[in-house]
Each structure stands twice: as C-alpha cells, then as structure tokens.
C-alpha cells in the first residue's frame, strides 16, 4: 500500500513540474482604437535577448498635454520567462539627447510565449523623437 502512496504521489510530482506555464487571454475582436504603427529602426536589441524575444510593433501617440507617448509590443517567441532591462532615450527636434530622470533603466520580464508593452512618455514637449534600448538581464 505505501508503494502504490509513494508511486502515485511520484508521478503526480512528474505530472506538476512537466506542466509549463501559459497565458490565455482574450481581446475586442473588433478594435475601437486605432494604432499609430511606425516603420521603425530606432529599436536596439542585444542579441542574447534577439534570439528570444522579438519587436511586434511601435504605436505612438500625443497626450493632451502635447509630449510623445510610445508603447513598443514584444513577443518572447520561446518558451521559458526572460528578464530583460529596458530604457527610453529622448531626442529634440534637432536630434540632441535630452536628459531626464525618465530615462533610467527598468527591469521587466516577459513569461514563455507572451505579449507584453513597454511604454513611457517624452519628459517634456521638446522631445520629438526617441530610442528604446533592450538589455538580456539572464
């Protein structure tokens, strides 16, 4: 009897820890926003987080306070959580970095076959373009 206990419990253990996590989610079919999508380069991945994690797209926007708004969708094509760090670098219309306590780097991770956002908004209206940076923190 403790045999036929311990066995079962056994393969319970097996069945658990085999399982991987996954994410359901559900979405409006029929989308009410609209997505200003941007042709983009301004996108730096290192490539340890490149072969496993991917760019969807880059959707900008103007609050109504007038500063760019940019949200970045990413993929983790894998299977297994990354951690990664990110950061938003901010440019004037001349092209000059602007400096800003907004652009410290964040930590963030992304489970096995997610979608996640990163976003962050221009420190002040002088900010016309940006950079985001992407750093493998495994």
Known sequence: ????????????????????????????????????????????????????????????????????SVQVELENRSRSQHHFTYQFEWFDANGMQVASIISATTPAQIEGKEDKFVSSIAPNPACKDFRLKLIDAD
Do not use: W
């Not at 301004?42 to 994690?53: A, K, N, Q």
């Open 1 to 68: 009897m403790k045999y036929l206990v311990v066995c079962a419990a056994g393969a319970l253990a097996l069945a658990v820890t085999g399982c991987g996590t996954t994410v359901n989610s559900v979405e409006n079919a029929q989308k009410e926003g609209q997505r200003n999508m941007v042709a983009d380069q301004r996108v730096i991945t290192d490539s340890g987080l490149g072969r496993h994690v991917s760019i969807v797209g880059v959707n900008t926007a103007m609050t109504p306070g007038g500063l760019l």
